[in-house]
């Protein structure tokens, strides 16, 4: 499954570990919320990047005392009609403040790309290879949004009050 | 009439290349046809009984003549010649090509039109009260409110996949023409002690299975909050609502197996999280959406004039007291044009009268249609003064007949007819009882009475709330109906009762018809309506006389 990340098809440095495997010696994981709680300070004292694969219908405020030490939360779309992560990606980055990699996981599909970057996903473990070569194109399809999010994106009522103020000054 | 600017504009051009990509992709097999389902499903396009069937957005009704002159034209470029109005200002068509379909929607973007989010599981096409800005009495113009609630909720990140389906509707008068208690979310625009405009918030009401008249989660959020408040529950409902059982999915379970209060504790909570945040509208964002709107430069004329006092031909005056109401400017009249001639399917126009009834909106109504969840249109600004010549030119289109609000003016979905959820026919059974209730006389001795009618539980004909509801099942292979009497969707919005066992196809007109003689015998005045009737005796007496005989 291709992994784009800043626009681009990139090797996954996270080696996924299952909750009754030992940890590799060295290197990034990726580890379930249980193992995550589990072996807490284990996983703290390793010094490398830990990311977390978050259920999509647990609370991501369960997350919030964790996050300094996440670099990576993992969501998941189990089919891409389960929105469930696309709430669970605002909260983390709008809300809660989180700003290490969040990757949508699962049934990712070109045409939520956009919805997903505006929902503060950076990483995306796409489904087809087709659609993954396709990042840039379907990314870049839309210029104008109606809806504030964190993307930075200014939403179209606020881009009509910027023009009018240049207007008028 | 909103006005688009060139960010409306563009957003809607996008839409249509990026429908058209999907649309070659399917085409191509690279989508699988349940990939492709949810996204056709977000521009409006269901696989239906004989073909694709093509659901565009009359976002809260309002339309110019030159949209509607494009609808006509989709229906005669792509379709059979005919669209169908639909219960949620939405205009259906029955047999268009997969393969035409970007260019339909092409067409449309060229006037702002477009079928973003009127299917899907997602926030549907923002409804209003048909009349908004020129009825009487309102607090002020709901559409403007309806439009920022478009653009807000239009390919929105957080939610284009919730759990179900998703519809606002927004009224500003105290007569209910929206049915927000029907509805996902029901606004009603008001004025607090303060003099500030806000809306009361109502939540999980919606028909279908499970029918639920709306609870006020809110009864005043300011008008400022709106979007982050919406926001809110949108974010509860996508986390919390269910997604193991599609008949359980919608807000209205959630609401309903929570109780309105914890509901309500969660929402504001999330609430707290995002007021005051980048939702918030300020003065100068709302401005900006109201200056777009654009209002005729209305003569100063007066009520009752000269040319109306002459006109004394009865079929005009039959016509004018049905179908023609106050408007809030003097001189100037709402005229509904019925979409229910006698014998035909309710809701259907044919391309050469849209073309027609543009050409009218245009003479005698500044160029603006608007779209009734009763399936029917209406001329928003009419001189009262041209009302005999307006008449003359909308009965030799057919779309004169004076039932309007009277038991010929029936709601009802496609049914069998074109549906593929159908277990039975609703069209036809519309037809027979516009034929036996074609007599106007008889109809206004009988006064306001709504007939609905659904094919199949899922209730895209209202029938939970027609006065008279008719409900299609099917049992044995045959199809029969259930009767309810006694709902209504205005602001006293309630369900109807059972009145017994389903009765056969060929029945339902004569039990109708026994219903309605039922009540002409109980009704203690002439003034006093069906409904009311109904609430005061129960179902027990219609229950007698229907059955006594069967
Ligand atoms: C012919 C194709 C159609 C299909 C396949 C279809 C499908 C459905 C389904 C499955 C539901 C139930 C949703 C639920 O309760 O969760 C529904 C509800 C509804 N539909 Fe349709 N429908 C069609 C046409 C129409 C038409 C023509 C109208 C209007 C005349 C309409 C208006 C509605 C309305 C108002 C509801 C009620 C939703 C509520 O308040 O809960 N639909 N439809
Ligand atoms: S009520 Fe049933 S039969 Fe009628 S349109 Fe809706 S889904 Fe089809």
């Known amino acids: ?169 | 009439m909103y006005a688009y600017d060139e960010i409306d504009q563009t957003l809607v051009n996008e839409r249509v290349t990026e429908f058209r990509d999907q649309v070659r992709r399917r085409l191509s097999g690279e989508l699988t046809e349940d990939e492709f389902k949810p996204l056709r499903l977000m521009n409006g396009v269901y696989l239906q009984l004989h073909a694709y069937m093509f659901r565009v957005a009359i976002p809260y009704g309002t339309l110019s003549s030159a949209q509607l002159r494009k609808l006509a034209h989709v229906a005669r470029k792509y379709d059979r010649g005919y669209g169908h109005f639909t219960t949620r200002q939405n205009i259906q068509f029955n047999w268009i090509a997969l393969k035409d379909l970007p260019d339909a929607l092409a067409d449309l973007a060229e006037v702002g039109i477009h079928a973003m989010q009127t299917s899907g599981n997602c926030t549907r096409n923002v409804t209003a009260d048909q009349w908004a800005g020129v009825a009487p009495g309102e607090v002020e113009d709901p559409r403007v409110w309806a439009e920022i609630l478009r653009q807000h909720t239009a390919l929105h990140p957080e939610f284009s996949f919730l759990p179900r389906k998703f519809k606002f509707a927004i009224t500003a008068a105290d007569h209910d023409r929206a049915a927000i208690k029907v509805h996902d979310i029901g606004l009603k625009l008001i004025r607090n002690e303060q003099g500030e405009t806000g809306f009361e918030v109502l939540v999980g009401g919606g028909l279908g299975r499970s029918p639920f008249i709306a609870k006020t989660i809110k009864p005043f959020v300011a008008g400022r909050d709106i979007l982050s408040y919406v926001e809110a529950i949108l974010r509860v409902y996508n986390q919390y609502g269910r997604r193991d059982n599609i008949y359980k999915a919608r807000i209205k379970i959630l609401v309903h197996e929570l109780g309105i209060e914890k509901f309500a504790a969660e929402v504001e909570q999330t609430w707290r999280q995002i007021a005051e945040g980048p939702l918030t509208l300020d003065d100068e964002m709302i401005e900006d959406i109201r200056a777009r709107f654009v209002y005729p430069a209305y003569e100063r004329l007066s009520d009752d004039p000269a040319e109306l006092r002459a006109a004394a031909d009865p079929k005009f005056e039959a016509w004018r007291s049905n179908s023609v109401a106050p408007h809030r400017q003097p001189g100037y009249a709402i005229v509904t044009l019925s979409l229910k001639p006698v014998g035909g399917p309710p809701g259907d126009a044919t391309a050469d009268q849209m073309d027609a009834i543009a050409d009218l909106a245009d003479r005698y109504s500044f160029g603006e249609i608007r779209v009734g969840h009763e399936q029917n249109l209406a001329l928003p600004h009419v001189a009262q003064r041209d009302l005999p010549a307006l008449w003359s030119a909308l009965d030799a289109l057919g779309v004169a007949t004076p039932n309007v609000n009277l038991v010929s003016d029936i709601i009802a979905c496609p049914g069998l007819d074109y549906c593929s959820l159908a277990n039975a026919r609703s069209i036809p059974i519309a037809q027979e009882l516009t034929r036996r209730f074609s007599n106007h006389e008889t109809a206004k001795l009988i006064g306001r009475l709504h007939v609905n009618i659904s094919g199949c539980i899922n209730a895209c004909g209202h029938h939970h709330v027609g006065h008279i509801g008719i409900l299609g099942v099917e049992k044995n292979d045959q199809e029969v109906y259930q009767i309810t009497i006694g709902g209504r969707a205005d602001e006293h919005a309630r369900l109807g009762e059972l009145i017994g066992p389903a009765v056969p196809y060929a029945e339902v007109p004569d039990v109708i018809e026994d219903i309605v003689e039922a009540y002409l015998a109980l009704r203690d005045k002439p003034e006093e309506l069906f409904v009311d009737t109904v609430k005061r005796l129960g179902v027990q007496p219609f229950k007698e006389r229907v059955y006594a005989t069967r």
């Open chain 1, 1 to 169: 499954m291709p992994l784009v990340k800043h626009g681009a098809i990139v090797a996954d440095d996270y080696v996924a570990v299952a909750d009754d495997a030992d940890l590799p010696a060295g290197g990034a994981v990726l580890v379930s919320a249980a193992r995550l709680f589990a072996e807490a300070e284990t996983l703290a004292m390793r010094n490398t990047p830990v990311g977390v694969a978050w259920p999509n219908n647990r609370d991501v405020a369960g997350l919030v005392p964790w996050l300094d030490q996440l670099s990576l939360i993992a969501l998941v779309f189990p089919t891409f009609k389960d929105g469930r992560a696309h709430s669970q990606g605002r909260r983390l980055r709008e809300i809660y403040g989180y700003r290490g990699e969040l990757r949508a996981t699962g049934q990712v599909l070109r045409d939520q790309f956009t919805f997903l970057l505006r929902n503060g996903f950076d990483a995306f473990a796409v489904t087809k290879e087709s659609d993954a070569q396709a990042f840039g194109e379907a990314t870049h399809r839309y210029t104008e949004f109606y809806q504030p999010t964190g993307d930075g994106h200014l939403s179209a009522l606020q881009l009509r009050k910027q023009r009018h103020k240049a207007v008028a000054t």
